[in-house]
């Protein structure tokens, strides 16, 4: 089991940053991929960021690529997404996840926590 606790959202203007943190419990995290997901209300969950196990390997989307970067801690179980340069548009409930592999489908995900909002004002 694999329980997932996010913070660092917030209310931030456009062009702002916020760092959000993913901190988990559970002896195994380390050998988890973690990702990060968002969702407005009345859409569908986008996938943003996703890194590997050991860090070694990360994937972003293309709405993410240059201005947002995903890190992980295994000593402190944490993972984090920076966001730089935010847009009105990356407004949403910010989710992370963790699955065996790293993937960008929601549903590869076993694991989830209860998300953090973020909102950005134009």
Request: include cysteine; aromatic fraction near 14%; charge should be positive.
């Amino acid at each position: 089991q694999v329980q997932l606790v996010e913070s660092g959202g917030g209310l931030v203007q456009a062009g702002g940053s916020l760092r959000l943190s993913c901190v988990a419990s559970g002896q195994t995290f380390s050998s988890y991929a973690t990702g990060w997901f968002r969702q407005d209300p009345g859409k569908e969950r986008e996938f943003v960021a996703a890194i590997s196990w050991n860090g070694g390997s990360t994937t972003y989307a293309d709405s993410a690529k240059g201005r947002f970067t995903i890190s992980r801690d295994n000593a402190k179980n944490t993972v984090y997404l920076q966001m730089n340069s935010l847009k009105p548009e990356d407004t949403a409930v910010y989710y992370c996840a963790a699955a065996r592999q790293l993937r960008s489908r929601w549903y590869a995900y076993d694991y989830w926590g209860q998300g953090t909002q973020v909102t950005v004002s134009s």
